[in-house]
């Protein structure tokens, strides 16, 4: 059942992470050298793909 008394309000948990941890996001990852190193494989096939499509057919 729903517990409907006027106790205290429960005391939040204190914070785990330091100000000095923040979240990283898409930009963390994409300044990975392995991550920058296999896009820039890709883009190099498919650059290479599109000149020969353009001017060797």
């Known amino acids: 059942m729903l517990d409907t008394s006027q106790g205290e ?6 914070a785990t992470a330091s100000v000095a941890e923040e979240p990283r996001g898409c930009l963390f990852a994409l300044s ?14 498919l ?11």
């Open 32 to 45: 990975q050298p392995p991550l920058m190193i296999f896009l820039a494989v890709i883009g190099t096939l």
């Open 9 to 14: 309000p429960p005391v939040p948990a204190p």
């Open 47 to 57: 650059l290479l793909a599109a000149v020969h499509d353009l001017f060797l057919l």
